[in-house]
């Protein structure tokens, strides 16, 4: 069932995502609010497909927009240098083919935040400057991880280059499918690399929050009850240890119980005469009555 409804929820935000992103300038707010609802589905969570991804749209717009915005026009200016370099002659000379090292850096750069940058939108809040940044160093740090997601991007279109008859069959899978899937499966990686926390299921039914690199095993109740033992212990060896020292206040509460005491014991030895001199007096009428 939690296959299932994974897989439904995965076709709908597909929807959401390919209807959003007509507009084409709404991709990179489109893009973190899949990610968002991909990478909930990932940690064990089931969210509300629909409002979460466009609490998430919302949320990310301003930010999303700006990142989409570098990220296109960079990218297509290198790319249209690539190729001028390689395919046009009469734009680039051949003694300036040296320009390609440089120009293949910036686009690996531009790759680089494409992959990291929209999904660390969608789980972090940070200024926009650092998530260029951070994109820069995950990537850097995570390199099977970015080969990884390069190549469940490239998938696609390599596949069409090579088989140019599937164009439509693939086409028709983007939109209903393919393009939540392809971020599902990157979510995979990235959940791993930004060390997220996944919820389990425990074979009792007992939910629990496990990670990466900072595992929580699952304690069972047994176990449970040794640590509150050994707690338990731990506490009445610590009340053990202490001893306890009486200060002033307490040596003055102390005389002053003692002086109610006193006070206590004359009253009642007052109270024990009176009634021997009424027993007295009680005897001598009784006497003078015989």
Known sequence: MRFLTNLFNIFWVNLLFFFTCIPIITIGPSLCALYRVCLKIISGEDPMVYNEYFREFKNSFKKGTLLWIVVLLLGGLFGFELYGIYFRDDLISSSLDWL?????AMLLIVVQVFLYGFALLAVF???????????????IKHIPITILLIAVWLFTPLLVNTFPQTFYGVIGC???FNLALRVYICSVFLHKAFDLK???????????????????EYID???????????????????????????????IDEDEDEGD????????DEESDDDKEENEESSSDDSEED
């Open 125 to 139: 809040e940070n200024s926009f400057k650092n998530t260029i940044i951070n994109s820069i160093l995950l990537s």
């Open 261 to 268: 005491e006193s006070d206590e014991d004359e009253e009642d």
């Open 100 to 104: 390609q090292y440089p120009v293949w």
């Open 221 to 251: 109740k047994d176990q449970k009850n040794g640590d509150e033992e050994s707690v338990e212990e731990d506490d009445e060896y610590d009340e053990d240890d202490e001893e306890y020292e009486p200060d002033e206040l307490d040596d």
């Open 198 to 216: 996944k919820i389990k299921i425990s074979k009792s039914g007992v939910a629990y929050e496990q990670s990466y690199d900072d595992l929580i």
């Open 174 to 176: 983007e939109i209903f």
